[in-house]
Nanobody
Framework: QVQVVESGGGLVQAGGSLRLSCAAAGRTAYAMGWFHQAPGKEHDFVAVISWDGDSSYYADSVKGRFTISRDNALNTVYLQMNSLKPEDTAVYYC??????????????WGRGTQVTVSS
């Protein structure tokens, strides 16, 4: 488990944008990813990026709208969310691990950050 802190959520109208941030503890660069959880649903994969930023993958539902990036000097990963839709409304969680595969299998969740998209 790698400790992470999510921030940047808020309330936005449909079509608007938000940028989420995830800060990882320590100075080690990890593969990091974003998941979201809507009411009554599981934690669903959103996007993931390798430790060096060379590889990234997205859920089909966000391709072309969301961009994941990182700043290793700050040990932080970002999720730029554009063209937001009401169905994007959820609590967004970040996970960090040595590999992308481990991120995708994450079972540890912090507090997350709430994203609400109004219509």
């Amino acid at each position: 488990q790698v400790q992470v802190v999510e921030s940047g959520g808020g309330l936005v109208q449909a079509g608007g944008s938000l940028r989420l941030s995830c800060a990882a503890a320590g100075r080690t660069a990890y593969a990091m990813g974003w998941f979201h959880q809507a009411p009554g649903k599981e934690h669903d994969f959103v996007a993931v990026i390798s430790w060096d930023g060379d590889s990234s993958y997205y859920a089909d539902s966000v391709k072309g709208r969301f961009t994941i990036s990182r700043d290793n000097a700050l040990n932080t990963v970002y999720l730029q969310m554009n063209s937001l839709k009401p169905e994007d409304t959820a609590v967004y969680y970040c996970a960090a691990a040595q590999t992308i595969s481990e991120v995708l299998g994450n079972d540890y969740w912090g507090r997350g950050t709430q994203v609400t998209v109004s219509s």
